[in-house]
Nanobody, 125 residues
Framework: QVQLVESGGGFVQAGDSVRLSCAAS????????PGWFRQAPGKEREFVAV????????LYADSVKGRFTISRDDAKNTVYLQMNSLKPEDTALYFC??????????????????WGQGTQVTVSS
């Protein structure tokens, strides 16, 4: 079973940048699109970003567009989420996941999986 392991979270100040990493135990990213979700305390898990497919650009939540960038390093079997200009409202547990090519365009959590265990990002004002 493929495992996704996130890292890179921490406690930062508003305006700082953080890069999250997601390492896969298998070649799952060869046959699917990697994505990121986040979940703040007391809130539902929400979509953050998913890699683009074919000629489509990556999709981002409106709340992070222009500040976050999803990318991958195939040689390292790793996906990244570069987060710039962080805000306190970005505080959440960030999860790495994937979706199938046929479901590209969906931002619903039910269309993604498997999931990593999450990495916490806390942004202070």
């Amino acid at each position: 079973q493929v495992q996704l392991v996130e890292s890179g979270g921490g406690f930062v100040q508003a305006g700082d940048s953080v890069r999250l990493s997601c390492a896969a135990s298998g070649r799952i990213f060869d046959d699917s699109l990697p994505g990121w979700f986040r979940q703040a305390p007391g809130k539902e898990r929400e979509f953050v970003a998913v890699e683009g497919w074919r000629d489509s650009s990556p999709l981002y939540a409106d709340s992070v567009k222009g500040r976050f960038t999803i990318s991958r390093d195939d040689a390292k079997n790793t996906v990244y989420l570069q987060m710039n200009s962080l805000k306190p409202e970005d505080t959440a547990l960030y999860f790495c996941t994937t979706t199938s090519f046929s479901k590209f365009g969906s931002t619903a959590a039910r269309d993604f999986g498997p999931w990593g265990q999450g990495t916490q990002v806390t942004v202070s004002s």
